[in-house]
């Protein structure tokens, strides 16, 4: 069976590189939303997720840092809780990023549950599983309409 592949690349490929340049997840949304699952979906946008919140922390605490930069005892605390931030997301941006060219579904904890709230289920692309479900009982309702008549 061929993999299925949006804007001409293969899933785990896409969000590796979603993971390192955003706007790859953005594109693929904007051209391939059609083909994707709702699951695909949520890793897309809980990885735009997980970039602005860590965005919005290190820019807090450079700004904290910057503000408090003359006065000795504070700007070494806000250094450090800058350097610990960035420290702590890039190495679960590393993890993730990992995972995310290994083919592995996952779900980052705040950002998928916030995901979940933009993705609407409708939307999606039926999964095999659900696929093969409604066919059955499309033939079960069939069969059903010849033994009547």
Same mark, same amino acid.
């Given at each position: 069976?061929?993999?299925?592949?949006? =804007? +001409?690349?293969? @899933?785990?490929?896409?969000?590796?590189?979603?993971?390192?340049? *955003?706007? %790859?997840?953005? $594109?693929?949304?904007?051209?391939?939303?059609?083909?994707?699952?709702?699951?695909?979906?949520?890793?897309?946008?809980?990885?735009?997720?997980?970039?602005? =919140? +860590?965005?919005? @922390?290190?820019?807090?605490?450079?700004?904290?840092?910057?503000? *408090?930069? %003359?006065?000795? $005892?504070?700007?070494?605390?806000?250094?450090?809780?800058?350097?610990?931030?960035?420290?702590?997301?890039?190495?679960?941006?590393?993890?993730?990023?990992?995972?995310?060219?290994?083919?592995?579904?996952?779900?980052?904890?705040?950002?998928?549950?916030?995901?979940?709230?933009? $993705?609407?289920?409708?939307?999606?692309?039926?999964?095999?599983?659900?696929?093969?479900?409604?066919?059955?009982?499309?033939?079960?309702?069939?069969?059903?309409?010849?033994?009547?008549?």
């Amino acid at each position: 069976m061929e993999d299925k592949k949006i =804007i +001409g690349m293969k @899933f785990n490929i896409l969000m590796g590189l979603h993971w390192i340049l *955003f706007p %790859f997840g953005i $594109v693929a949304l904007a051209v391939d939303h059609d083909k994707m699952t709702r699951d695909e979906k949520l890793q897309i946008v809980q990885v735009f997720i997980f970039d602005a =919140i +860590g965005t919005i @922390f290190s820019t807090a605490a450079a700004i904290l840092a910057t503000v *408090f930069a %003359f006065v000795p $005892v504070l700007n070494v605390i806000f250094l450090i809780t800058e350097a610990a931030i960035g420290l702590f997301f890039f190495i679960l941006f590393l993890i993730y990023m990992i995972n995310a060219f290994m083919g592995n579904l996952y779900e980052v904890p705040v950002c998928y549950n916030m995901a979940k709230s933009f $993705v609407k289920e409708d939307n999606s692309v039926k999964s095999d599983k659900d696929h093969d479900t409604e066919v059955k009982v499309d033939i079960v309702e069939e069969d059903d309409k010849k033994d009547n008549e």
